[in-house]
């Protein structure tokens, strides 16, 4: 039963502290990316990464930062520097770069 | 600059009706579009794509259109069901560009 996971599904920061959003697939995707929404507005791409151990930066990077140290896992964490971090956070994955992604549950991140 | 618009923020059909949802882009580069519903707290799903090479795609209720002219594509749904209640938000992407641009959405309430 492959897909998407995110955990948790509920996150909440103290102010001036970094947290992680954890992403998993077991679909095999060489590609892997991290959205974020705001109430009102379409999905801005974060970060994204094509292969293992590279990635770009999305429209929204600053504040947020990423590693790709294995192929199944596309953590995202959101740091101090990020100072409207309360949104809902989604992660993707594609089969290859040109291909549909397909979206995890989200994470809903909450400042405290 | 939002390159991927759905002017209507809110849609509401009768059961049984067609649903038609709007797009519109502004980026000549894209060639690749696609239709994603999402229920709330949850991640989209991926519905129905269309290249630019096509002008209709068909998947079951689901149909999309493409007016490359005009820059402009739709999603009809018929006949609309209840389940059908969720906000869809259309998608694009240019030729060999990983990269998805979200519009922001259209919350579609089919009233029973």
């Known amino acids: ?10 996150l909440f ?16 995707h060489d590609a892997m ?67 549909t992604q397909y979206f995890g549950p989200g994470t809903r991140l909450l400042v405290l | 600059d939002q390159q991927v618009k759905q002017n209507s923020p809110s849609l509401s059909v009768q059961e049984g009706r067609i ?3 709007n797009c519109d882009y502004t980026n000549s580069m894209f060639d690749y579009f696609l ?16 290249s630019s090479i096509k002008d209709k795609n068909e998947d079951g209720r689901f ?16 006949p609309s069901q209840p389940g059908d209640s969720a906000v869809y938000f259309c998608a694009a992407k240019g030729f060999g560009n990983e990269k998805l641009t979200f519009g922001t959405g259209t919350r579609l309430t089919i009233i029973p």
């Open chain 1, 1 to 10: 039963d492959g897909g998407i996971t995110q955990s948790p599904k509920y």
């Open chain 1, 13 to 28: 920061r103290k102010e001036g502290q970094n947290v992680t959003l954890s992403c998993e697939q077991n679909l095999n």
């Open chain 1, 33 to 99: 990316y991290w959205y974020r929404q705001d109430p009102g507005q379409g999905l801005r791409l974060i970060y994204y990464s094509q292969i293992v151990n590279d990635f770009q930066k999305g429209d929204i990077a600053e504040g947020y930062s990423v590693s790709r140290e294995k192929k199944e896992s596309f953590p995202l964490t959101v740091t101090s520097a990020q100072k409207n971090p309360t949104a809902f956070y989604l992660c993707a994955s594609s089969k290859g770069r040109e291909e």
């Open chain 2, 19 to 21: 649903s038609i949802l």
């Open chain 2, 35 to 50: 239709w994603y519903k999402k229920y709330p707290a949850e991640g989209p799903t991926f519905l129905i794509s269309i």
């Open chain 2, 63 to 78: 149909t999309v259109f493409l007016n490359k002219s005009a820059k402009h594509l739709s999603l009809h749904i018929v």
